[in-house]
């Protein structure tokens, strides 16, 4: 695709220009000047077969039309979905709002792991949105992870690329082959195809997406095979984890409403009170290739080893990345969830890397 002539094709902007890496999806930002405001565009190609298929245009269109109109603030706003021709080629443009270029993939860098407390909270707001659009019109996520949780300078979140995945399977060619998703917090019932994604690969997703903020842990890369994660965290965290990552889905958490149930738990026994002073485990998460999950008691979190292994399929080598080094580093957030805010006043942690 030429870039540059796509861009001079896409008319009723001020200003447009080439935004982000998507492998897939070219990706645009801009202002509008409809909409007198800057937005991000995508495209979707559509073979003729596709966009003359009075089936699909039915399904994408009422997609569309229902994530407009049950917008909810926690989550990206879309504007509007239409059919373009492009340099001779069909697209379907989909036009969302522009909220921030950080997300938290990019956000734990240079603040380190959340505390429980934090983690919490973030998952509470996660939990608000997509239980929003799973009890209206039964639409997905389906490709949930940090690097679609945004965070601006100000600490306030919106998740991003909500349906997305629905909206790439609905414009694919009829018995296209391939997985969309992040394998590492992909639901295994969605890696065999066995089902599209739905309220429960969403939990498990969100239920990874936990762990990695506990660990301030990159996100995986393609060509890395995973080894289990070993987590510090309370041994009620360690539960709702667990409970939401399990291998098989009638063994998961079945609802949003049970998630927001566990968690409602956990801050009343928990009382979001210091974890040093509690019974704690570390909790291998599974995102390795046989989904499995062990649970591991400790005597207190200073006595876990400082260190999570990422075996690489392309290197015969082993990385150590430090996570734990005495005590957790903490970030004080306060979350409103009516608002959809967070506010962080912690200082820059400074992440090492050994071989």
């Not at 569309?64 to 509007?80: C, E, L, N, S």
């Not at 709002?97 to 860098?109: N, Q």
């Not at 009638?250 to 409403?257: A, H, I, L, V, Y």
């Amino acid at each position: 695709m030429d870039q540059d002539n796509i861009i001079s094709d896409l008319k009723g902007f001020d200003w447009i220009e080439p935004y982000g890496h998507q492998r897939w999806i070219p990706t645009f930002k801009g202002w509008h000047q409809g909409l007198q405001s800057q937005v991000i565009v995508r495209l979707f190609f559509c073979s003729a077969e596709v966009m003359n298929s009075m089936r699909r245009s039915i399904l994408l269109e009422m997609m569309a039309d229902q994530v407009v109109t049950f917008h909810h603030p926690g989550i990206i706003r879309w504007f509007k979905l239409e059919k373009v021709l492009l340099q001779n080629a069909r697209y379907y443009c989909l036009i969302n709002e522009w909220f921030t270029d950080e997300s938290l993939k990019d956000w734990l860098p240079h603040y380190g792991p959340l505390n429980e407390e934090n983690v919490v909270l973030t998952a509470e707001h996660v939990v608000a949105g997509l239980e929003h659009y799973w009890s209206r019109c039964h639409i997905a996520h389906g490709n949930l992870k940090p690097e679609n949780i945004l965070v601006d300078k100000d600490g306030n979140l919106k998740i991003d690329k909500f349906g997305l995945t629905t909206l790439l399977a609905l414009s694919a060619l009829k018995g296209a082959q391939g997985i969309i998703g992040t394998p590492a917090f992909m639901a295994p019932e969605l890696s065999t195809r066995r089902t599209t994604p739905n309220d429960l690969s969403d939990i498990y997703a969100l239920g990874m997406t936990m762990s990695c903020l506990l660990t301030g842990l990159r996100e995986p890369e393609q060509n890395e095979s995973h080894m289990p994660i070993r987590i510090p965290v309370s041994w009620e965290m360690g539960e709702i984890i667990r409970y939401m990552t399990a291998a098989r889905p009638e063994d998961r958490c079945p609802s949003w409403e049970a998630v927001r149930a566990a968690i409602s738990s956990y801050k009343q026994s928990h009382a979001m009170k210091s974890d040093h002073n509690k019974k704690t485990q570390t909790i291998n998460m599974p995102i390795c290739k046989n989904h499995t999950t062990e649970i591991f008691e400790a005597a207190d979190i200073d006595a876990i080893p400082c260190g999570i292994r990422i075996s690489e399929v392309s290197k015969a080598s082993t990385h150590i990345i430090p996570v734990v080094t005495g005590k957790t580093p903490r970030v004080k957030v306060k979350v409103s969830i009516a608002e959809s805010t967070v506010k962080a006043d912690n200082k820059r942690v400074v992440r090492q890397t050994r071989g």
